[in-house]
């Protein structure tokens, strides 16, 4: 891993650690835009991992961007949520439990433009991979 990336992963670990830590009070809002924090299940370990994401809202549902930045490779949370979408969403204090869908490509074509208005940089990662970046629909179990 190069300095840079190692720099990248300890400020993400610490935002969301502050998230959960405060419940939410600290790291929901971030550079001007929400976040929340997804746990997953890793795909090899079975633990649960926790990642802090810019989201949009959709309706009911909210709206994550698996970017990494522009990166070749999906973000690791993104794999681990095809191999079992069943996740757990913190936004702010609350607390509940949802299924993660990838967007189908109609509905990526109308979620896209949202997400690129709430952080503008999608659309320069988009430009740096071959890797078509996915959009991400969570809605809440019932």
């Given at each position: 891993?190069?300095?840079?990336?190692?720099?990248?992963?300890?400020?993400?670990?610490?935002?969301?650690?502050?998230?959960?830590?405060?419940?939410?009070?600290?790291?929901?809002?971030?550079?001007?835009?929400?976040?929340?924090?997804?746990?997953?299940?890793?795909?090899?370990?079975?633990?649960?991992?926790?990642?802090?994401?810019?989201?949009?809202?959709?309706?009911?549902?909210?709206?994550?961007?698996?970017?990494?930045?522009?990166?070749?490779?999906?973000?690791?949370?993104?794999?681990?949520?095809?191999?079992?979408?069943?996740?757990?969403?913190?936004?702010?204090?609350e607390k509940f439990d949802a299924t993660a869908d990838v967007a189908s490509p109609e509905e990526?074509?109308?979620?896209?433009?949202?997400?690129?208005?709430?952080?503008?940089?999608?659309?320069?990662?988009?430009?740096?991979?071959?890797?078509?970046?996915?959009?991400?629909?969570?809605?809440?179990?019932?």
């Amino acid at each position: 891993m190069t300095e840079v990336q190692d720099s990248a992963i300890e400020w993400v670990s610490k935002h969301t650690r502050q998230y959960v830590e405060s419940d939410g009070k600290i790291g929901h809002m971030w550079n001007g835009v929400r976040c929340l924090v997804l746990t997953t299940t890793g795909r090899t370990s079975g633990d649960n991992r926790r990642n802090a994401l810019i989201y949009g809202v959709d309706g009911d549902k909210y709206v994550i961007v698996g970017s990494k930045g522009g990166d070749k490779h999906h973000p690791h949370w993104f794999l681990n949520l095809i191999a079992d979408p069943n996740v757990r969403v913190q936004v702010g204090a609350e607390k509940f439990d949802a299924t993660a869908d990838v967007a189908s490509p109609e509905e990526k074509q109308r979620l896209w433009p949202m997400m690129v208005e709430i952080w503008p940089d999608y659309d320069k990662y988009q430009e740096k991979t071959f890797r078509d970046i996915p959009v991400i629909v969570l809605e809440r179990s019932r």
